[in-house]
Nanobody, 121 residues
Framework: QVQLVESGGGLVQPGGSLRLSCVAS????????MGWYRQAPGKQRELVAS???????NYEDSVKGRFTISMDNAKNTLTLQMNSLKPEDTAVYYC???????????????WGQGTQVTVSS
């Protein structure tokens, strides 16, 4: 009932930049938080950055100072600005949304399909 559509992945050289976007749509009453996860080959999915609806954010240590997460509450859009990219940032990046879908009800977690980010020379 909630769909997440991601865009912005691609191939860049080390030191380059990419901007990932995620648009949430469907039965949304309130979004409590959104985040970006990534999964590299042979590794488990890990949290890269997250943000609450009130604007509080946190980052995985290796991306601090390089990545910036933001959320447009009016448009239900999540953005990850990635600068100074490194080969170790190569992974499939997934959008996550923690959302309440009704006036009275529980929260649910939804995932996007993922977008490939490749950093290589």
């Amino acid at each position: 009932q909630v769909q997440l559509v991601e865009s912005g992945g691609g191939l860049v050289q080390p030191g380059g930049s990419l901007r990932l976007s995620c648009v949430a749509s469907g039965s949304i009453f309130r979004i409590y938080g959104m985040g970006w996860y990534r999964q590299a080959p042979g590794k488990q999915r890990e949290l890269v950055a997250s943000i609450t609806a009130t604007g509080n954010s946190n980052y995985e240590d290796s991306v601090k100072g390089r990545f910036t997460i933001s959320m447009d509450n009016a448009k239900n859009t999540l953005t990850l600005q990635m600068n100074s990219l490194k080969p170790e940032d190569t992974a499939v990046y997934y959008c996550n949304c923690n959302v309440q879908t009704a006036v009275v009800g529980p929260r649910y977690q939804y995932w996007g399909q993922g977008t490939q980010v490749t950093v290589s020379s």
